[in-house]
């Protein structure tokens, strides 16, 4: 009786820890047999645009600087990331969701609440690949 015990915890196991490995890597497996299909069409696809000198997966912010302090309000986040991709601001006060320019530049005006203001800046591509940043702005209504 123990030895069926034993040989129906092991086959138990064996069979779960298939299934997981089946569920979490077949996604993957999807997605690179696409991949292969599409280059296989003989159709060329231009994955980076000279002009544009950002990677495909980088989100550049040029103003502001994490860290700083402001005096206005409201101000405008800007960056640089691939062109045309989805870039979405998430902060306490409000969510924003922008398209980045024909160059992959974005300027996106944004609200402050008095003291720290946490900003989670994340650029999508049309492929679903993420490239994230946070920022901190401290806001004081006193003039500087």
Do not use: H, W
Not at 48 to 55: A, Q
Not at 75 to 92: D, F, K
């Amino acid at each position: 009786m123990k030895k069926d015990i034993i040989l129906a915890l092991c086959s138990g196991a064996l069979i779960g820890s298939l299934a997981a490995l089946l569920l979490t890597s077949l996604p993957n497996l999807i997605t690179k047999r696409s991949e292969t299909t599409e280059t296989n069409n003989n159709t060329p696809t231009q994955l980076n645009n000279s002009t544009n000198s950002v990677k495909p997966s980088e989100l550049i912010i040029n103003f502001p600087i994490d860290n700083s302090v402001a005096d206005n309000k409201k101000i405008e986040i800007s960056g640089e990331t691939q062109i045309n991709n989805t870039v979405v601001i998430e902060s306490e006060m409000e969510n924003n969701v922008f398209i980045a320019s024909s160059d992959g530049k974005f300027k996106i005006p944004v609200s402050l609440s008095e003291g720290v203001n946490q900003f989670y800046i994340t650029a999508y591509n049309s492929q679903g690949d993420a490239a994230s940043k946070n920022m901190s702005i401290f806001y004081t209504g006193e003039k500087l």
